[in-house]
Each structure stands twice: as structure tokens, then as C-alpha cells.
């Protein structure tokens, strides 16, 4: 059959034109839909928890939820990104890489031993500043780490070998079986943070054991892996990731910090309004998880003009649903607070757009950060972090009200990282373009570079 000349080739062919002007990563759509269902799980629980346990009890866990996601994926998410770029790495030049899993897998538990032990040492000043006096708060967070340990290592395995199926049904699971435990409790009628602490922190780890149950040959064998394969930009990433982090979840700490006695119930009234505005966030985890690989295979075969192309492309794509959710907060946020959690948490339109713009531009400086790290720029990654965390701290302490000051820091900061890191990028990228003056200016057709 002639190409062209029948329907089924038609189709491929125009198959093959969307896929190549998607500007999305292969498997974004896969771990868009375990996102999409954790997400919508995610509001379901806070809602519940809220709820059930009023504004004041559900502040201690509040901070604990943004405590979590600051140390958790703050510490862990670079084991990741290193595991998924090194495996895309080796399996674009056909290598097996059990032993890769296997070094990534000791140095996780390294870090688990040493974040634990930091916690148990500071146990008395979280209890007392941060966890209320409850014991099970702490015992959630330790559980927490732990699981979100092998969580980190699993998806950067799975991502970099471009099996995207187990990835996103991790997303699927997490918040499920929060919201089934608190449905749980709700129905025994505990009324204190403590259960539903400890419920936030198991989750992770069931979470991941359901989804590996049906993949296999994750840790193929092949040549040693040195120790400088994965570990020697892993500094640098773990500091670009705990200052990410940070600027991503410092804002319900600052509030519990700064609050004086009077506004000491505002930290769950401020997680109530960051986790509306923060949509586009979670949904943008699906690029973000598909996107160093990928970025990180095309800067590993040479193919710096494609990277360009590709990068400026979901560039548009992330403002554009930035954009979207600055308006989308300011018009119906209001209504979704009211809805999922209740009058008693009720912020104004200016209070979310602040917030919706603070995760637009930081979408933007992790997309642009994942770019550097697929150039091996991941010290410049550090460094453009570190410039916005600055910032939100400078901007935080020059304001006066509890949540403008700390709404304007994170925009502020988010912002002044998205411009640093963008600058940085662009400098890596236009320097390996000079350095390889004839590489693809369009997609070769005769090549396939996945995921």
C-alpha cells in the first residue's frame, strides 16, 4: 500500500504529525490521570479532615502535610531525578542498569537513617512549635520519610526505563487510602490530628508496594555503576531540591511561625487556599516526571536544537495554564474553599491569585530547571533556588500582614528563581549548540529516543 493511499496509513501518518507538535513528553498523559484522581483525592482528605476536625485541630496537621511534602520530595525527589536521568541514559545505549538501582537504593537508605535520626534529636522543638504536643504527629512524619524513600527510588526506576503505568498508579494510590482512613476515623469520630497524622504518613509507602505489584525486571543487570554516575551532581541537586521545596511549602510554616496568638488557627485556613490555587502544580508533576528523561535522552544523543525546540514549546504550554490558573483561583476559588472546606476557611480573590501566580512562575522555573539538569547544569539549578528562597525570605520579612507578606514572598520568590534559572538555562544550552554547530534542527524521523 502506498503511503498515504489508505485510511490506516492516513491515520498513522497524522498520528505521527500531533505526536511530533505535542510539545508534552511521552507518558505525561499516563501520569496525568494518576494525578488528576490524586489530586482530586488530596482535596477530598484535607476537605474531610477539615471538617471533621474543625479549623484549630486541623492546624498541627496541616503543618505536617506542608512538613512532609518539604522533606519528602525535598530530599528525595533528586535520588530520582538522578535514577530516571542515568537509566534513560543507559537504556538509550542499550545497558542494563541493576546495578545503578541497587547504589541508588543505599544511598537512600543513608539518607533515611540521617533524616531520621535529625528528627528524633529535634523531636522536643517539633512538638512544642509545630506539632502541638502530639506524639502521633511526629510518629506520621517519620513514617513519612521512610516511605517516601522507596517512593522516590521506584519512580525514578520506572521513569527511566519509560514505564510510566506503575508511576502514575502510585498517584492513584496515595490519597485513596488517606481518604479511606479518614472516612474511617470520621465514622469512629476521632476528633484530633494524631490518627489522621499517621494515616498521611503510611500512605506512601502502601501506596508504592500496590504499584510495583505488577511490574518486573526493574533491576536488569549490567556493567558496575561508579559512583560518579549518580553521585556526582547529587549534591547539588539535593540542594536545588530542598530550596524547590522549601519555596514550594514554606508558606504554611511561615504563617504558623509568624502568627501571633490571635491568628494561631490560620495555618490550616492557609493550606486550605494554597492547595486551591496549586491545581496546575499537581497536574504539572505528570510533565515534570516525563520530562528529564526524556529532555535528558535528547541532550545525551546530541540533538541540542530538538531540545530547544521542545523546551520553548511546553514553556508556552506551562504559561499558558499558569495564566489560566491565576483567573480560574480568583473566580472560583472562593466557591471551592467554601465548598471543600467550609466557610471557616474562607480566603478573598486576592489572597489566591497571589497564590495561583506564585505556582505559575514556579511551574515555569522547574521546567526550566529540568532543562539545566539534563545539560548537567545542576549546580546552576542550586544556585537559581537559592536566589528565590532569598528572596521569599526578604520579601516575607519586609511585609506586615500574615498573608499578603507571605503570598507576595512566595510570588516573589518563585519569580526571581523562575528568571535566574531561565538565564542560567539558556546560557548552558546556546553553549552546547556552539559546541555542536551541525546537530538536528528537526525531529529525525528515522530515530526514536523515548520515552
Known amino acids: 500500500m502506498k503511503a498515504g493511499g489508505g485510511p490506516r496509513a492516513r491515520f498513522a501518518a497524522l498520528t505521527e504529525r500531533l505526536g511530533e507538535r505535542n510539545p508534552l513528553p511521552a507518558g505525561t498523559l499516563t501520569v496525568g490521570g494518576g494525578l488528576v484522581v490524586n489530586g482530586i483525592m488530596s482535596y477530598v482528605f484535607l476537605g474531610l479532615a477539615a471538617r471533621t476536625l474543625g479549623v484549630d485541630a486541623f492546624g498541627p496537621l496541616s503543618v505536617l502535610w506542608a512538613l512532609i511534602y518539604l522533606v519528602g520530595p525535598g530530599f528525595f525527589l533528586p535520588l530520582e531525578q538522578e535514577v530516571s536521568r542515568s537509566l534513560a541514559n543507559r537504556r538509550a545505549r542499550g545497558v542494563g542498569g541493576g546495578p545503578l538501582v541497587r547504589q541508588a537504593g543505599m544511598l537512600g537508605a543513608a539518607l533515611v537513617a540521617a533524616l531520621v535520626a535529625v528528627t528524633l534529636v529535634g523531636a522536643p522543638l517539633l512538638l512544642d512549635h509545630l ?69 498521611v504518613g503510611l500512605a506512601p509507602g502502601v501506596a508504592i508496594g500496590l504499584a510495583l505489584l505488577g511490574e518486573h525486571d526493574l533491576a536488569s543487570e549490567g556493567p558496575p555503576a561508579p559512583w560518579g554516575e549518580l553521585g556526582a551532581a547529587l549534591g547539588s541537586l539535593l540542594a536545588a531540591s530542598v530550596l524547590t521545596a522549601f519555596l514550594l511549602y514554606a508558606g504554611v510554616l511561615a504563617v504558623e511561625l509568624l502568627a501571633d496568638e490571635s491568628e494561631s488557627d490560620q495555618a490550616g485556613v492557609f493550606l486550605a487556599g494554597l492547595a486551591v490555587a496549586r491545581v496546575p502544580v499537581f497536574l504539572f508533576q505528570a510533565v515534570q516526571a516525563a520530562l528529564l528523561p526524556k529532555l535528558s535522552a535528547l541532550a545525551g544523543a546530541g540533538r541540542f536544537h530538538e531540545f530547544g525546540d521542545r523546551l520553548r514549546r511546553l514553556l508556552a504550554a506551562v504559561g499558558l495554564i499558569g495564566g489560566i490558573g491565576v483567573v480560574g483561583a480568583a473566580l472560583l476559588g472562593p466557591f471551592l474553599i467554601d465548598i471543600l472546606f467550609g466557610d471557616a476557611f474562607a480566603l478573598d480573590r486576592v489572597d489566591l491569585a497571589l497564590l495561583a ?95
Open 131 to 199: 506539632f502541638d504536643d502530639q506524639v502521633l504527629i511526629l510518629v506520621g512524619f517519620v513514617l513519612a520519610i521512610v516511605g517516601y524513600s522507596a517512593v522516590h527510588l521506584a519512580r525514578g526506576t520506572l521513569a527511566g526505563l519509560g514505564r510510566f503505568r506503575g508511576y502514575a498508579l502510585f498517584f492513584v494510590y496515595e490519597n485513596s487510602l488517606r481518604v479511606a482512613a479518614a472516612v474511617v476515623l470520621a465514622l469512629l469520630g476521632v476528633d484530633n490530628a494524631g490518627p489522621y497524622a499517621v494515616a
Open 357 to 451: 501566580l506564585s505556582s505559575a512562575a514556579f511551574m515555569v522555573a522547574v521546567a526550566l530547571g529540568q532543562a539545566l539538569i539534563a545539560l548537567e547544569g545542576q549546580s546552576r539549578v542550586a544556585l537559581g533556588w537559592l536566589v528565590g528562597v532569598l528572596a521569599f525570605l526578604g520579601i516575607t520579612a519586609a511585609g506586615e500582614d500574615l498573608f499578603l507578606r507571605v503570598e507576595s514572598g512566595l510570588a516573589g520568590g518563585s519569580a526571581v528563581a523562575a528568571v535566574v534559572i531561565g538565564v542560567l538555562a539558556r546560557q548552558r544550552l546556546h553553549g552546547r549548540l556552539r559546541a555542536h554547530p551541525h546537530t538536528l534542527t528537526t525531529i529525525d524521523r528515522t530515530t526514536t529516543i523515548e520515552p
